[in-house]
Protein backbone atom coordinates (compact mmCIF):
# COMPACT_ATOMS: atom_id res chain seq x y z
CA UNK A 1 0.00 0.00 0.00
CA UNK A 2 1.75 3.43 -0.71
CA UNK A 3 0.65 5.77 2.28
CA UNK A 4 1.72 8.61 0.25
CA UNK A 5 -1.62 8.69 -1.81
CA UNK A 6 -4.07 6.31 -0.84
CA UNK A 7 -7.93 5.47 -1.75
CA UNK A 8 -10.83 5.84 0.78
CA UNK A 9 -10.94 2.12 1.15
CA UNK A 10 -7.15 1.62 2.07
CA UNK A 11 -7.63 4.29 4.61
CA UNK A 12 -10.38 2.49 6.29
CA UNK A 13 -8.36 -0.78 6.16
CA UNK A 14 -5.38 1.16 7.69
CA UNK A 15 -8.24 3.25 10.41
CA UNK A 16 -8.90 -0.34 11.40
CA UNK A 17 -5.55 -2.35 11.56
CA UNK A 18 -4.74 0.88 14.03
CA UNK A 19 -7.31 0.70 16.21
CA UNK A 20 -6.96 -3.28 16.38
CA UNK A 21 -3.67 -3.27 16.44
CA UNK A 22 -0.57 -1.15 18.14
CA UNK A 23 1.12 1.71 16.00
CA UNK A 24 4.43 0.00 15.82
CA UNK A 25 3.06 -3.62 15.44
CA UNK A 26 0.99 -2.11 12.26
CA UNK A 27 4.18 -0.02 11.13
CA UNK A 28 6.37 -3.21 11.18
CA UNK A 29 3.95 -4.88 8.47
CA UNK A 30 4.35 -1.76 6.16
CA UNK A 31 7.78 -1.36 6.98
CA UNK A 32 8.40 2.16 7.96
CA UNK A 33 9.13 3.49 11.62
CA UNK A 34 5.93 4.07 14.39
CA UNK A 35 6.61 7.28 13.77
CA UNK A 36 6.26 7.46 10.18
CA UNK A 37 3.21 5.61 10.18
CA UNK A 38 1.70 8.28 12.75
CA UNK A 39 3.08 10.93 10.37
CA UNK A 40 1.19 9.20 7.18
CA UNK A 41 -2.33 9.19 9.83
CA UNK A 42 -2.20 12.54 10.70
CA UNK A 43 -1.73 13.15 7.14
CA UNK A 44 -4.63 11.11 6.25
CA UNK A 45 -6.77 12.29 9.14
CA UNK A 46 -7.17 9.02 10.71
CA UNK A 47 -7.19 9.36 14.23
CA UNK A 48 -4.81 7.38 16.14
CA UNK A 49 -5.10 5.44 19.54
CA UNK A 50 -4.22 7.99 22.96
CA UNK A 51 -1.32 6.91 25.50
CA UNK A 52 -2.35 4.83 27.74
CA UNK A 53 -4.96 3.00 25.17
CA UNK A 54 -3.75 -0.49 24.96
CA UNK A 55 -3.04 -0.76 28.65
CA UNK A 56 -6.72 -0.06 29.15
CA UNK A 57 -7.69 -2.32 26.81
CA UNK A 58 -5.31 -5.12 28.32
CA UNK A 59 -6.90 -4.54 31.71
CA UNK A 60 -10.76 -5.29 29.74
CA UNK A 61 -11.75 -1.28 29.91
CA UNK A 62 -14.05 0.11 27.60
CA UNK A 63 -12.32 3.16 25.81
CA UNK A 64 -14.67 4.70 22.78
CA UNK A 65 -13.00 4.49 19.23
CA UNK A 66 -13.41 8.10 17.28
CA UNK A 67 -15.34 7.07 14.01
CA UNK A 68 -12.65 8.43 10.76
CA UNK A 69 -13.32 11.75 9.74
CA UNK A 70 -14.95 12.01 6.29
CA UNK A 71 -12.68 13.26 3.07
CA UNK A 72 -12.91 16.69 3.20
CA UNK A 73 -10.55 19.92 2.56
CA UNK A 74 -6.39 19.38 2.27
CA UNK A 75 -7.54 14.90 2.67
CA UNK A 76 -9.31 15.29 -0.99
CA UNK A 77 -5.16 15.73 -2.18
CA UNK A 78 -4.08 12.50 -0.64
CA UNK A 79 -7.04 10.44 -1.05
CA UNK A 80 -8.59 8.87 -3.86
CA UNK A 81 -11.58 6.91 -4.56
CA UNK A 82 -13.04 8.89 -1.29
CA UNK A 83 -16.58 10.02 -3.22
CA UNK A 84 -17.22 7.49 -5.94
CA UNK A 85 -16.55 3.81 -5.42
CA UNK A 86 -16.20 1.12 -7.34
CA UNK A 87 -17.57 -2.75 -6.67
CA UNK A 88 -14.51 -4.76 -5.88
CA UNK A 89 -15.59 -7.78 -7.14
CA UNK A 90 -15.32 -6.62 -10.81
CA UNK A 91 -13.18 -9.34 -11.59
CA UNK A 92 -15.40 -12.01 -10.32
CA UNK A 93 -18.38 -10.81 -12.87
CA UNK A 94 -19.30 -12.20 -15.59
CA UNK A 95 -19.44 -10.93 -19.25
CA UNK A 96 -23.31 -10.63 -19.27
CA UNK A 97 -23.11 -9.01 -15.73
CA UNK A 98 -20.65 -6.68 -16.64
CA UNK A 99 -22.97 -5.59 -19.58
CA UNK A 100 -26.00 -5.49 -17.41
CA UNK A 101 -28.13 -2.09 -18.84
CA UNK A 102 -29.08 -1.33 -14.58
CA UNK A 103 -27.70 2.17 -14.37
CA UNK A 104 -24.46 2.41 -12.23
CA UNK A 105 -24.34 -1.21 -11.13
CA UNK A 106 -20.38 -0.76 -10.99
CA UNK A 107 -20.75 1.26 -8.06
CA UNK A 108 -20.97 0.33 -4.68
CA UNK A 109 -24.45 1.18 -3.30
CA UNK A 110 -23.26 4.47 -1.42
CA UNK A 111 -21.53 5.88 -4.33
CA UNK A 112 -25.35 5.24 -6.03
CA UNK A 113 -26.87 6.85 -2.83
CA UNK A 114 -24.36 10.13 -3.08
CA UNK A 115 -24.87 10.37 -6.93
CA UNK A 116 -28.78 10.03 -6.39
CA UNK A 117 -28.77 12.93 -3.60
CA UNK A 118 -26.56 15.14 -5.18
CA UNK A 119 -28.33 15.20 -8.82
CA UNK A 120 -31.59 15.47 -7.19
CA UNK A 121 -30.66 18.64 -4.95
CA UNK A 122 -29.08 20.72 -8.32
CA UNK A 123 -31.40 23.72 -9.61
CA UNK A 124 -30.95 25.23 -12.56
CA UNK A 125 -31.49 28.96 -12.77
CA UNK A 126 -33.44 30.97 -15.31
CA UNK A 127 -30.12 32.50 -17.03
CA UNK A 128 -27.21 30.33 -18.01
CA UNK A 129 -24.01 32.83 -17.04
CA UNK A 130 -20.55 32.35 -18.27
CA UNK A 131 -21.44 28.65 -20.04
CA UNK A 132 -18.38 26.45 -21.13
CA UNK A 133 -17.96 27.20 -25.09
CA UNK A 134 -19.31 24.01 -25.56
CA UNK A 135 -22.46 24.67 -24.75
CA UNK A 136 -22.18 27.87 -26.19
CA UNK A 137 -21.65 26.37 -29.59
CA UNK A 138 -24.56 24.13 -29.29
CA UNK A 139 -26.75 27.37 -28.15
CA UNK A 140 -25.96 28.71 -31.35
CA UNK A 141 -25.97 26.16 -33.75
CA UNK A 142 -29.68 25.62 -32.78
CA UNK A 143 -30.26 29.22 -33.23
CA UNK A 144 -29.07 29.34 -36.35
CA UNK A 145 -31.28 25.68 -37.56
CA UNK A 146 -34.54 27.28 -36.38
CA UNK A 147 -33.95 30.69 -38.23
CA UNK A 148 -32.67 28.45 -41.16
CA UNK A 149 -35.80 25.96 -41.31
CA UNK A 150 -38.31 28.77 -40.54
CA UNK A 151 -36.87 30.81 -43.63
CA UNK A 152 -36.93 27.62 -46.01
CA UNK A 153 -40.53 26.22 -44.43
CA UNK A 154 -41.92 29.82 -45.01
CA UNK A 155 -40.79 29.57 -49.12
CA UNK A 156 -43.76 27.72 -50.40
CA UNK A 157 -41.86 26.50 -53.19
CA UNK A 158 -41.34 23.30 -54.61
CA UNK A 159 -39.83 20.31 -52.69
CA UNK A 160 -36.56 20.23 -54.97
CA UNK A 161 -36.55 23.98 -53.31
CA UNK A 162 -34.77 22.91 -50.37
CA UNK A 163 -32.09 21.02 -51.65
CA UNK A 164 -31.71 23.74 -54.19
CA UNK A 165 -31.68 26.23 -51.45
CA UNK A 166 -28.77 24.13 -49.27
CA UNK A 167 -25.97 25.66 -51.03
CA UNK A 168 -26.66 29.25 -49.08
CA UNK A 169 -26.84 27.70 -46.23
CA UNK A 170 -23.59 25.93 -43.91
CA UNK A 171 -23.68 22.15 -43.35
CA UNK A 172 -25.34 21.08 -39.61
CA UNK A 173 -22.48 20.90 -37.29
CA UNK A 174 -22.42 18.13 -34.38
CA UNK A 175 -24.39 19.63 -31.39
CA UNK A 176 -24.55 17.81 -28.18
CA UNK A 177 -28.07 16.02 -27.26
CA UNK A 178 -29.88 18.25 -24.72
CA UNK A 179 -33.26 17.66 -23.64
CA UNK A 180 -34.25 20.18 -20.82
CA UNK A 181 -37.52 19.98 -19.22
CA UNK A 182 -39.79 23.83 -19.52
CA UNK A 183 -39.09 25.71 -16.64
CA UNK A 184 -42.17 25.29 -14.41
Known sequence: MDLKFIT????????NEIWTDPVIT????????DNGLRKHCKRLGIPLPPSGYWAKINSGQKVPKPALPKVTGELKKHIRNYAIKIRTDIRQMSDEELRADEEFHLFREETKVLINETCSNIQVK??????????????????????RDKILKRSNMSPGYYSNVKSKYRDNKAIIPINVSKLV
Request: proline share 3%.
Open 26 to 33: VAKRYGIS
Open 126 to 147: CQLRNPHHIIEEHKEEVIYRRK
Open 8 to 15: QDDREALY
